[in-house]
Structures are given as C-alpha cells and as structure tokens.
C-alpha cells in the first residue's frame, strides 16, 4: 500500500523560504511530484521528478522552487524560495507510474505580503 507523507507547510512572509518534504512508503524508485491547489482554483503541477533524477518545472516557478529526492530515504523535497502571495496553497505530493498514482494529504502554505 503506497501512503505518501508531507509536512513543511506554514506560514510565511513574502520574499522567505520552506522546505516541503514527502516521505513515501510502499513504493520505490517511482516518478514523484508536487502539486498545488488555491483556493477557488484546479490543482496545478508545480514540478516533478522522475526516479533518475530529471525535473520539470512550471513557469510560475522556475528559478524559485528546487525538486529533489533522496532515494535512501525514499523522500522528495521541494526547497521553495522567494515566496509570493500567490504561492499560497495546499501543496500535494504525487508518486506515479503509467498505470497508477497516488497522493498525499496535502499540507498547507501560506505566504503573507
């Protein structure tokens, strides 16, 4: 059973930092990412990592937002940086194959101006 775990989320000020992390069990090596939801909006890709270590990033944050894994600790980051208002969100983590996905809970970031 794949469970997925977050935590990092809080509040903060514009221009500050977090970091996400995203602990996954019952699964190894897979293709991970991280998500995003406003409110009143569709969740959104923010980036993804594919298990050899290739990223994606969306445009809004390219430059700010660093993916990166540690597979011995079976555990995806997303150091953000440069935080604005409207990075607040709840941030999902995604573990993915061609066949299947899950997702975490979300945890929730705030960034305040």
């Known amino acids: 059973q794949v469970q997925l775990v977050e935590s990092g989320g809080g509040l903060v000020q514009a221009g500050g930092s977090l970091r996400l992390s995203c602990a996954a069990s019952g699964i190894m090596y897979s293709a991970m990412g991280w998500f995003r939801q406003a409110p009143g909006k569709q969740r959104e890709l923010v980036a993804t990592?594919?298990?050899?270590?290739?990223?994606n990033y969306a445009d809004s944050v390219k430059g700010r937002f660093t993916i990166s894994r540690d597979n011995a600790k079976n555990t995806v980051y997303l150091e953000m940086n440069s935080l604005k208002p409207e990075d607040t969100a709840v941030y999902y983590c995604?573990?993915?194959?061609?066949?299947?996905?899950?997702w975490g809970q979300g945890t929730q970031v705030t960034v305040s101006s």
């Open positions: 995604k573990a993915y194959g061609r066949t299947w996905d899950a």
């Open positions: 990592i594919t298990n050899g270590g290739s990223t």
